[in-house]
Every structure is written in structure tokens, then in C-alpha cells.
């Protein structure tokens, strides 16, 4: 075990043991979401510690992501709701900042995005098909504004992801698109933006078709096109 590096000394191992204990019980389904930990007083008396440990660790815990806490009379710490959207983000913030080459993070979206594609054609409500048909006729609108057109490609990729009904893909392209997807494309013109939608158009008729193993194929052929067209422009972004 790892003792968290805003911790020092015995009281740093102590409260270490604590987050790693209720991370162990979180894992293990002992804790679910909205279950009460207690509070400071609670926390220590369970482990055996000081009040101070029992405050480091609850606040190590709250800066996590794995606990609320709330003060005052009737407050404490409670395992929280979850929010992957929220790390997804943050996710995505540590691969800029850990300067994660963009070909390796194209090849992981492309990976996610072709699993995504083939469990939509699965998966895929009526409601979702047509929200990705309403996505298609909103992008042909926007041929005109290339920007505008971009954003919604965006959301037309997501919401094939959304449509896999497998969460954590959902939340992985979330992350990659965060660092991957740029949000003004300086290459785009007109003719690849048609294009771009005909390819959306396919893919849609795939997933509608319930055809999986095509859907797959035609995702990964076409991010595979993108990741060819950013690493080789070295100065600009191109996305779908």
C-alpha cells in the first residue's frame, strides 16, 4: 500500500490504511453508493485513531471522489452517488498534462469507438437511431458553419457511444475526445464535411441494419482515417 503523498510520518500510515480500507470495502460491494461512513468521532472510534487521522483520511477520501461530507449538526461522510463524467474529464486532463502522444490516444479511441459501433448495432433503441438520424440532419444543416458542423460530429460520435449501452466506453470516449477532438477544425472544408456525413450516414444505416460486425469494420476504417490524417498534419486538427 501506498501512503498518499499529503501524508507524513505514523498518522500518514494510519490514515492511509483508512482510505485503503474503505477503497478495499468499496471494491468489494461491503460500501454502495449512499451508504452512510460516519462521522470524524465515528471514523476514528472504528479504527482506533485520533481524531486528526480520522480527518485526514475522510478529506483524502472527499478529494477522491469516494465520499461526500457534509458539516454541522446530522453531518458526516457518506459513499457518493458517483460521477464518471467528472473523472472522465479529469482523466483526460492527466493525459495532457503526462503529454500522451496523439497517435496513441487516436488508437485507443479507434479500439473504443469500434467496440461502441458494433454493441449499438446491437443495442441501439428506435429513440436512439432516431436521435442519431436527428444528429445527421442537424450536420447537413451546418455545412455552412464548419465549426458548428464539427461540434455536432462530436456529439454524433458520443451518442453511438451512448447508444452501445456499455457505460465505460461511453466515459472512455469521453475522456479521449476531451484531448483528441478539437474544437475548431482549421483543415475542414465543405467537401470533406460532405464527405464526413455520408460516412456518419453509412454508419447509422449499419447500426439500424443491426449488422455488428459491419458497423465494427466501417468505425474502425473510419477512425483509422482520422488518425492517419492527424499524425500527418502536424500543425492542425482534423476530426469527424
Request: proline share 2%.
Amino acid at each position: 500500500m501506498t501512503v498518499h503523498p499529503l501524508f507524513a510520518g505514523r498518522s500518514a500510515t494510519l490514515a492511509s490504511r483508512i482510505v485503503a480500507d474503505v477503497r478495499e470495502a468499496l471494491f468489494e460491494r461491503r460500501y454502495r453508493p449512499g451508504d452512510f461512513l460516519g462521522t470524524e468521532k465515528d471514523v476514528a472510534a472504528r479504527h482506533g485513531v485520533s481524531r486528526m487521522v480520522a480527518r485526514d483520511a475522510l478529506r483524502t477520501l472527499e478529494g477522491l471522489g469516494i465520499v461526500d461530507i457534509s458539516r454541522g449538526a446530522g453531518g458526516g461522510a457518506r459513499i457518493t452517488r458517483g460521477n464518471p463524467q467528472l473523472f472522465a474529464e479529469a482523466l483526460a486532463v492527466q493525459l495532457e498534462l503526462a503529454d500522451i502522444d496523439r497517435e496513441e490516444i487516436l488508437a485507443a479511441q479507434g479500439a473504443v469507438e469500434s467496440l461502441a459501433a458494433e454493441l449499438a448495432a446491437r443495442h441501439a433503441t428506435n429513440d436512439e437511431i432516431s436521435f442519431l438520424k436527428g444528429l445527421l440532419v442537424q450536420a447537413e444543416g451546418l455545412l455552412h458553419d464548419l465549426d458548428e458542423f464539427t461540434r455536432s460530429s462530436l456529439q454524433f460520435h458520443l451518442g453511438v457511444a451512448e447508444a452501445s449501452h456499455n457505460r465505460v466506453l461511453h466515459y472512455q470516449l469521453v475522456s479521449l475526445q476531451h484531448v483528441s477532438w478539437p474544437s475548431r477544425n482549421r483543415t475542414l472544408n465543405r467537401a470533406v464535411a460532405k464527405k464526413i456525413l455520408e460516412a456518419h450516414r453509412r454508419l447509422v444505416a449499419l447500426i439500424e441494419a443491426r449488422d455488428a460486425g459491419g458497423a465494427r469494420q466501417f468505425m474502425e476504417a473510419h477512425v483509422g482515417m482520422i488518425r492517419e490524417r492527424r499524425v500527418a498534419e502536424s500543425k492542425s486538427s482534423v476530426c469527424c
